[in-house]
Each structure stands twice: as structure tokens, then as C-alpha cells.
């Protein structure tokens, strides 16, 4: 998987600008923790890049109109995804109104099951399914040289960007708190300050020797900083807080608004937005700058359907796509559709979100995990 | 033709997990062929972390399994020996925690028992001024408390068929020479429940070997570690099924040594035989003012088995979200969302369809089996047949997704995968440890005498079996049949890489709530399966006359 291995991963609209951002990844302006979950409709209301937007809308079009004939020959998609079953069921309900002939099933589990019964089958030789909708699992089944390379016609829009699998939605990881139990003043001004003594008690960590949010995080802040010391520093300083980990990223943030902790490190965003629309006493530090993971579309390399999960990849990514993903609460992966979700929206104009994009840790995060935060965590 | 019962159901057991087993040597991270190796198990007996997570783990398992299975015996005991006012009640209320399942109970645990947000720590502090927590989910002996409760069910069903059908002339004969009746109950009634007793500990242990959601929910936040998540770890981190197996395969050794101290104590079985060719009727015990204690004990063990739970579960889903403010304005700012989501789930209808149909067939089937297969081993004289003493139990030894993958491997490719049929052999080879364990402990009860009276007038195998062994095992088949049908209406861990596109199972959906950590949604799905079961048992029981083995 030389390919693979030596892909160009390039953040289209975040990376340069990331490894920019200010030391420590702190944000000036400290004073704007408290977020509030802006509406739909005022969000929507800003305007992307009007060119690059028109590009991507004609690519799809013309690579739509090619695939979608084929597709409807194929009649059927298979996906594997780890997303919630209501939002499958929106997702490929709107993508079969879209392209009638083509009838959509699903089949949903966690990473770990996702990865065994895709690689299971694969080595089996069986042509059982087309795509797999996730985050952790399309990087590791692609190193087992069962995804087939397929780049996006709409790649100069997207976030993060894989010239192997199309970057169809992102994880965004916030520094959610408990506002019953923390003022905006004090809490942590960067991930690094989470680390700082005085929040030993009251943070709900997750466990960093698991493939979870807080490893992907470390390995976002390792790429970024580009300082081992500063990185081992931040790892033994996590380590001297001697607080409890958790292994479900899910039960975690629940205690956090239990009142049981009140920093949650880290939440996902879509699970924060979720709850503060709900009226749940939590919200997320504007200030400190979201670690952003691919959820990728990966195509099976035996996809009986294989036009059929270009297609889906393809129209994931598109503005009609995007919207049925933002209708779900999911986060979106274009720079430039505007949900209360986007990176704009959520944390602010100009703001500089910290991407995970190193191929070691996506692909073998136990390797990744035992070279360069083992050794420190123990 | 019991013999070839047995064989194939073990054939269909080993299968799998010899699969697993071979892949250990042949396989490392999925998706790399490495050829035969031994890294796998080097890896595992050069891990230095083992022996500390073994002694977790045994501690967890052991106290579980002694908890559980030592209220179910005393609930069992009460409910068929004593003379407890309200017998009807007494009888039910036992039954209705088995309904709950785990997981459920683990998270109303968690909210009840947490340090600082906790129900009852937050109540000691409101009406009793005490600031520091009393209670602690996140501990050893949190973990044991609710993995413990979990077990009881288990010990209630296998040790009350033993208790009803036991000749009371040895518990006269004691009376008689003088004895007291605490004294009779501790010298030859409790002994004489050992077998099913140790099956039905035995079974509970090794359920909380490899136990997870309890650990991972409860103990990862305590810094408590037991040795199943290094297989979780190999799955989930390394998504290396050989090394998985490779850890699994420590937990067959301690199996196969939990096994092994069972066998030994049960071999003299007839010892043990309380149902002989005498007839008789079972004798209730007067146990004088203390039967309001033992009233009252029933009623504390439905209180923390189910009722307070349920209560927890049911605040949970109707407040807006959970922490000690909130609950305690229930019910001023109740909503009924959730229950609005799960009713619309797109899987709720067929899945649950698909899995009544499945789980009734196979707690059918696995029961039969089970029986036979025990049959088989302590009523014919075929040679060797202890061999399946050991396979019988063995599924219980792997994680269900270790497992799972062996049968995922067996059936690919074949018109079986991807069909409810697979699904339906994964629940029967994962259950199966039940139905046996729970036949071979009521089995030992029936002393040989009364086979042995049809041998010698000439009966063949299906007489003795359906007219003799069958009738005679009524109560605890009707336990065991209960038993299999909730677990696996209600199973997720086998039924994941079982099913497949289009064809859903109602647990693994609805219980997906637990899983993405939408706990209001959860609670909500969960009062609605417990109210539709709870109504289902109740109904049984009272319209249809049904046993349950009571």
C-alpha cells in the first residue's frame, strides 16, 4: 500500500493555515468561551468560495450523469457504516428519492465490528458489500488493500481531503464543559491547558491508549506541534492529573453533564450541539480549536456495486448530500456549506482547526499509540 | 441416537472455535495472511500486565458469581421450601429482574451509585448533611454489586427445580433425630443443591470472565482493569483476531480449571440424587415469625433488581437530561420525547419480529439439545462421552465476538450467510452452556435407580429418555426455555456480525441507543421492552397458567 502510505494528504482550506495558528493553539481571544448554538437559517446564510463552489457543483453533475446509469444497471448498495441507524435510513432514503433504480441497505456496528466483518469477508473473497461509512475503520481496512482508490471530482471543497476515499463528513472533537459547574473564566484556555494541576478532579479523560478521540487528538497535536518535548510534556502532564479514563467516549460525556466531571476531554461537537439544543446544561470553549478527523466513504475493492458507491460517495459530498448529513446533526465536510455545525458556524470566522491526518496512527493506531505515548503513559 | 444429538450439537459448537483457535497460529492483524506462527501466544504469555488483570478479573468473576448465585439459591429456597405469606407475589417477584437486562441495569447503577453526581450519594447529602460519597459505581465492589445482581437470575432458576423436587424423608430423618430446622436446611438441604448449585456458579463465573460492559463502564473509570479487555484490545486497537483468541484461549485454561474442580466434586453424582423411585410430595417448611424475614428479603431483592432500576430507567427517559437537580423534579418537567424517537426507529417493528421469532425457536432447540447432550453423558453408557462435558461449556470461555468471527468464517460463502438461519446457529452455539449446564445440574439430581428400573425391563433409549428423564425434568426445562428466550431476545454481542443488510434484529438496534450514548432514547427503548415482557410473563403466569418452574 505504497500508495496508500505515501498518499499527499492535504488540508484544503485548514492545514496550512493550522500549523499557523498561534503557539500552543491557544485562541486570542479567551473571552468567548461560552458558545451558543447558532440557528440553522443564519448560518446557512454565509457564503463559501463561489468559484470553487461552482466547480464542485459542475464535477458532480458531469460525473453524476456518468455514474448514475451504470449505477441503476448495479440496482443495489450495500453500506457498512458505524453511524446511528435513524440517520442511515434519512441518508440513503434521500439518496434513493435522488437516483430511483438503486435500492440502498445497510448494515450498522461499531469500528471494531466493522473492521473485522469487512476484512472477515474480504479475505474471504467476498463481494458482500460497497462501501463503509465511518471514521476509524476505512483508514485500517484500507491498509489490508481492500478499498479501492477512488479521489472525489470534488476535492478543491472539502476540508480534509484523501486522494483515496472521499472525506464525506468530519468528526469534530470540542472542549465541552458542565455550566453548572465551571464559569467561562475558568476554564481551560487551550487541550493544553487541560493539563494544568488545577483541573485535576474535574476532567473526564479519555483513555489515550485506545483508538478513540483523545489519541486521535494527540496525534493531531503531535503532527501540528512538531515538537516531541512539547508533546511528551503534554502527555506526562495528562498522565499527573491522575484522574479516571473512560473507554466509551458516549458514557463520558453523559457523566459530564451528570455533574460527575465538568470538563469532558474531549466531546464530540454533533453530541454537544445536540444537547445544548436540547436545553442540557453544557456547551464548549470557542477558544480552543477543534481537532477535525476524516469520516470517509472507503469503496471495497470486490463492491459488487462499485458504480453505485461512487455514486453514493460522490453525492455525499454534494450540496444536496451535505444537507441530507446536516439534517441528521452530523457534521458536514465542505468549506464551504454552512450548517450550525461547520467550523465557522460553531467556533468563529478565521478559526484554525487542528487536523488529524497522520497516516501511521490512521492506519495502526496500537502502533502509533505504543511508539510515541506508551512510553510515557505507561 | 443420543449420542449423534450430542455429536452434532458439539460438532456445531467446536466448530467455530476451533476455527478461532486455528487462525491464532495462522493469522495476526486482520487482513495480513502471516502463515503458522506462535507470536500471538508469545505475545500473550510475555505480556507482564496478565497476572494482575487475571487476579481482577477472578476477583470480579468470583465475587459476582457468588453473590448472584447464592440470593438465587436463597430465593429459591424460600420460594419452594418455606412458608413465605403472599406465595403468588413471592413467586413472581424473583422473576421479573431476570427481564432487565444488564447493561440496563449497569447505567441506572451508574446514576444511582456515582460518586458525585449519584442519586443516592446526592440524597445522603440533601437529607442527611453527609458531604463525602458513600457509594461508588466506579469500584471493585461496585462492579460485583451490579454484575452480581445480574447473576441472580442464573442461580434462582437452576437451584429452584432442585428444591421442588426434593424427598423430603431426608430432611425428615434429620427432624426426627432431633434436629432444628436452620440446622437441617444448612446440613442436608443446602448440600444436597450442590450440584446445581456449583452449575450454576460455575456458569455465572465464567459469564463474568468475560463479562465487558460492567468493566469498561464501571472499572476503566476506577483504574480497575480485568483481563477481557486486553481481548477487546486486540480487536478494537490491534483488530487482530488471532491475538484475541490468543488471550481467549487464557480464559479456556481457567475454564477449563473452574470445570475440572466441578467435574471432581460432582463425579460421586449419586450422591447428589434427591429424586429417586420413592414417590413423594415436597414439604413445605414452617418457619414460624421468620417467614416475614424471608418475605421481606424477597421484596428487597425485587427492589434492587428491578424496581428501583426500572424507577431510575424511567425518570431517565422522560426528563429533558439526567443529573441529581433534574431528577428530583420529576415529575414537573416530564416529556415523552424519547419515547416519540424509539417508537420511530425504522427497525423497531420488523427487528423485534425477527427477534421473537428467532429467540422462541432457538430457547426451543438449544434446551432440547442441552438435555440430550446431558442425557447423553450421565444416563447411557457410550464411552468418552465426558469429552462433551468440556465443548458443551466451552462457548462460554470466548467473548461473543471472538466467537462470532468463527462462525462469520464458517458461514461465508455459503447460502447461510447473510440469512436469520446464521444468526440462529450463532444465538443456539453462544446459549447452549445455559441449556446444558442448567440439564446436567437437574439431571444428576435424578438418581439412576429409576432408569435403571427401565433398562432392566427391557425399555430402549427413547423411552427411558421421553417417558422418565423428560417428564421428570418439566421444571427446570421450563426455566431454561425461559432463561435462553430473554437472553436472546435480548442479545447484541452475537447478533452484530450475524446480521446483515436488511434483515434486522430488534436487540442490536434498539440497544445501539446504549451504544452511541443516547441514554434518555436507551431508557426510553428499555421501559418499553421491559413493560411489553413484563406484561408478557404476567400474562403466562396468570392466563395461561405457565411455570416458569414454579
Known amino acids: ?378 | 441416537m443420543p449420542l449423534v444429538v450430542s455429536a452434532i450439537a458439539a460438532a456445531a459448537i467446536i466448530t467455530p472455535v476451533l476455527v478461532v483457535i486455528w487462525r491464532s497460529f495462522t493469522t495476526g492483524r486482520l487482513g495480513f495472511n502471516v502463515g503458522l506462527h506462535l507470536t500471538n501466544y508469545l505475545r500473550v504469555f510475555g505480556d507482564k500486565d496478565i497476572m494482575a488483570m487475571l487476579g481482577n478479573s477472578v476477583v470480579y468473576a468470583g465475587g459476582s458469581a457468588l453473590l448472584g448465585t447464592g440470593v438465587g439459591a436463597l430465593l429459591a429456597w424460600i420460594v419452594a421450601r418455606t412458608n413465605t405469606p403472599g406465595k403468588t407475589l413471592v413467586e413472581l417477584l424473583p422473576l421479573y429482574p431476570i427481564l432487565m437486562p444488564p447493561i440496563m441495569k449497569n447505567i441506572a447503577w451508574i446514576l444511582l451509585l456515582a460518586p458525585r453526581s449519584g442519586i443516592l450519594n446526592g440524597m445522603m447529602q440533601q437529607f442527611f448533611g453527609i458531604e463525602t460519597p458513600i457509594f461508588n459505581a466506579f469500584s471493585m465492589s461496585g462492579m460485583i454489586w451490579v454484575f452480581g445482581l445480574a447473576c441472580v437470575p442464573l442461580g434462582y432458576l437452576f437451584l429452584l427445580p432442585v428444591f421442588l423436587s426434593f424427598d423430603p424423608s431426608l430432611e425428615e430423618s434429620a427432624y426426627i433425630a432431633g434436629s432444628k430446622p436452620v440446622h437441617t436446611m444448612l446440613k442436608i438441604t443446602f448440600p444436597l443443591a450442590v450440584p446445581a448449585f456449583l452449575s450454576a456458579f460455575v456458569l455465572n463465573f465464567l459469564r463474568g470472565l468475560r463479562s465487558f460492559e460492567t468493566p469498561v463502564l464501571q472499572g476503566t473509570p476506577g483504574n480497575i482493569k480485568v483481563f477481557v479487555s486486553r481481548v477487546y484490545d486486540s480487536m478494537a486497537l490491534e483488530f487482530n483476531t488471532g491475538l484475541a483468541t490468543a488471550y481467549s484461549v487464557v480464559l479456556v485454561a481457567l475454564s477449563v480449571i473452574t470445570l475440572y474442580f466441578y467435574v471432581r466434586s460432582t463425579r460421586f453424582s449419586e450422591r447428589y440424587a434427591t429424586i429417586t423411585g420413592k414417590g413423594y410430595r415436597v414439604k413445605v417448611i414452617d418457619i414460624g415469625p421468620w417467614k416475614y424475614l424471608t418475605f421481606f428479603l424477597v421484596f428487597i431483592y425485587f427492589l434492587v433488581g428491578i424496581a428501583i432500576p426500572f424507577i431510575v430507567l424511567i425518570v431517565v427517559s422522560m426528563i429533558p437530561y439526567f443529573d441529581y437537580d433534574t431528577f428530583m423534579k420529576f415529575p414537573t418537567n416530564a416529556v415523552l420525547t424519547n419515547y416519540y424517537t424509539v417508537m420511530r426507529h425504522p427497525s423497531f417493528v420488523t427487528g423485534f419480529y425477527n427477534s421473537l421469532v428467532l429467540s422462541v425457536t432457538i430457547a426451543l432447540v438449544t434446551v432440547m439439545a442441552g438435555i440430550v447432550m446431558a442425557f447423553t453423558i450421565y444416563r447411557t453408557r457410550a464411552s468418552g462421552t465426558k469429552i462433551f462435558e468440556f465443548i458443551g461449556t466451552l462457548p462460554l470461555a470466548f467473548p461473543p465476538l471472538v466467537l462470532s468471527v468463527g462462525l462469520v468464517i464458517i458461514f461465508l460463502g455459503t447460502p447461510l450467510y447473510n440469512s436469520l438461519w446464521a444468526l440462529g446457529i450463532g444465538l443456539f452455539v453462544a446459549y447452549f452452556p445455559y441449556a446444558f449446564r442448567n440439564a446436567s445440574g437437574s439431571i444428576v439430581n435424578i438418581h439412576k435407580e429409576l432408569d435403571e428400573a427401565a433398562w432392566v425391563h427391557g425399555a430402549r433409549w427413547r423411552h427411558v429418555f421421553f417417558k422418565i428423564t423428560l417428564p421428570i425434568l418439566k421444571p427446570s426445562v421450563g426455566g431454561a426455555l425461559f432463561y435462553i428466550f430473554i437472553e436472546a431476545i435480548r442479545n447484541v454481542d452475537v447478533a452484530v456480525l450475524l446480521t446483515s443488510p436488511g434483515k434486522e434484529y430488534g436487540p442490536v438496534t434498539l440497544f445501539e441507543y446504549f451504544r452511541v450514548g443516547q441514554w434518555a432514547e436507551a431508557a426510553a427503548g428499555g421501559v418499553i421492552y421491559l413493560v411489553v415482557l413484563i406484561a408478557a410473563v404476567s400474562v403466562a403466569k396468570f392466563a395461561f397458567k405457565m411455570k416458569f418452574s414454579l
Not at chain 1, 19 to 26: F, G, I, R, W
Not at chain 1, 349 to 363: R, S
Open chain 1, 1 to 378: 500500500m505504497a500508495v496508500v502510505l505515501f498518499a499527499t494528504i492535504f488540508v484544503a482550506a485548514a492545514a496550512p493555515a493550522a500549523e499557523k495558528a498561534p503557539t500552543n493553539e491557544q485562541s486570542k481571544d479567551a473571552a468567548k468561551p461560552a458558545a451558543k448554538a447558532p440557528s440553522k437559517e443564519q448560518v446557512r446564510k454565509e457564503a463559501g468560495s463561489a468559484s470553487a463552489t461552482a466547480a464542485a457543483a459542475k464535477a458532480f453533475e458531469k460525473v453524476s450523469a456518468e455514474l448514475y446509469p451504470k449505477a441503476k444497471q448495479e440496482g443495489n448498495l450495500i453500506v457498512y457504516s458505524v453511524w446511528d441507524v435513524e440517520h442511515l435510513k434519512v441518508i440513503t432514503d434521500a439518496f434513493m428519492k435522488r437516483y430511483p433504480g438503486i435500492k440502498a441497505t445497510y448494515w450498522q456496528g461499531r469500528n471494531p465490528e466493522i473492521v473485522t466483518r469487512a476484512l472477515t469477508e474480504f479475505q474471504g473473497g467476498q463481494p458482500s458489500w460497497d462501501v463503509v461509512l465511518s471514521d476509524n475503520a476505512p483508514p485500517v481496512i484500507r491498509a489490508a488493500g481492500a478499498i479501492m482508490n477512488y479521489e472525489t471530482v470534488q476535492k478543491d471543497v472539502l476540508y480534509l481531503h484523501d486522494p483515496t476515499m472521499p472525506t464525506v463528513s468530519l468528526q469534530v472533537q470540542a472542549l465541552a464543559y458542565n455550566t453548572k459547574k465551571m464559569k467561562p473564566a475558568d476554564l481551560p484556555k487551550s487541550w493544553e491547558d487541560v493539563a494544568n494541576p488545577k483541573y485535576k478532579g474535574l476532567v473526564a479523560l479519555d483513555d489515550p491508549m485506545r483508538a478513540g478521540p483523545l489519541s486521535s487528538q494527540l496525534s493531531g497535536l503531535k503532527t501540528l506541534w512538531k515538537d516531541d518535548s512539547r508533546f511528551n510534556n503534554f502527555v506526562k502532564a495528562l498522565k499527573a492529573l491522575n484522574v479516571p479514563v473512560h473507554q466509551s467516549t458516549s458514557a463520558m460525556f453523559r457523566l459530564v453533564i451528570s455533574g460527575e466531571y465538568s470538563i469532558c476531554m474531549p466531546a464530540l461537537l454533533h453530541d454537544v450541539f445536540e444537547e445544548m439544543h436540547k436545553g442540557t446544561p453544557v456547551n464548549y470553549n470557542k477558544a480552543v480549536p477543534p481537532v477535525v478527523f476524516p469520516r470517509q466513504a472507503g469503496i471495497y475493492v470486490k463492491a459488487p456495486d462499485p458504480n453505485a458507491a461512487k455514486l453514493f460517495a460522490e453525492w455525499l459530498i454534494s450540496e444536496e448530500g451535505q444537507k441530507a448529513i446536516d439534517s441528521v446533526g452530523r457534521e458536514t465536510s465542505r468549506n464551504d456549506f454552512k450548517s450550525h455545525t461547520s467550523i465557522e458556524a460553531a467556533f468563529g470566522k478565521g478559526t484554525k482547526p487542528i487536523p488529524v491526518t497522520d497516516q501511521n496512527f490512521l492506519e495502526d493506531p496500537k502502533k502509533w499509540l505504543d511508539a510515541n505515548v506508551k512510553p510515557i503513559w505507561g
